[in-house]
């Protein structure tokens, strides 16, 4: 009888063990794979024109996801989403070789957000990008 109570007191807590060790995995998981910005309202996002000088990228959160303006070693413009197109990830800017890794998997991107190499399907989303009176706006 005092057997029966032990194991189901047991039973219970490595039940309850098991269930938050299952938590402890899963919520990361889903928070990794779940698409980003899903719930997330479009605007518009300002930087400074001097915070961006060529061969440089600035990455920000637009739209509720990650993205990034370049600025050209001649000066062009050009506004990316910091997300990989293969599972995710957020790329990183490389000033030598003036263009994007992707740490998972090592993709390549031009700055132009082209694929030069690795797994990714697609180019880096473009998204819409203007400088007016020293301010570089996204969105
Ligand atoms: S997630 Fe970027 S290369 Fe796989």
């Not at 910005?37 to 637009?62: M, R, S």
């Amino acid at each position: 009888m005092e057997n029966n109570g032990r194991r189901k007191f047991l039973g219970l807590c490595l039940g309850g063990l098991a269930a938050g060790a299952t938590a402890a995995v899963a919520y990361p998981v889903y928070r990794y794979l779940a698409p980003r910005g899903a719930d997330a309202t479009a605007g518009t996002v300002t930087i400074p024109e001097k915070e961006l000088p060529p061969g440089e990228a600035k990455f920000l959160e637009f739209a509720g996801s990650a993205a990034v303006v370049v600025r050209t070693k001649n000066g062009d413009l050009i506004a990316l989403s910091a997300v990989c197109t293969h599972l995710g990830c957020i790329v990183q800017w490389e000033k030598d070789k003036q263009g994007f890794v992707c740490p998972c998997h090592a993709g390549y991107y031009t700055a132009n957000g082209d694929v030069i190499s690795g797994p990714p399907p697609r180019p880096l989303k473009k998204l819409p990008v203007r400088i007016a009176d020293g301010v570089i706006t996204v969105g």
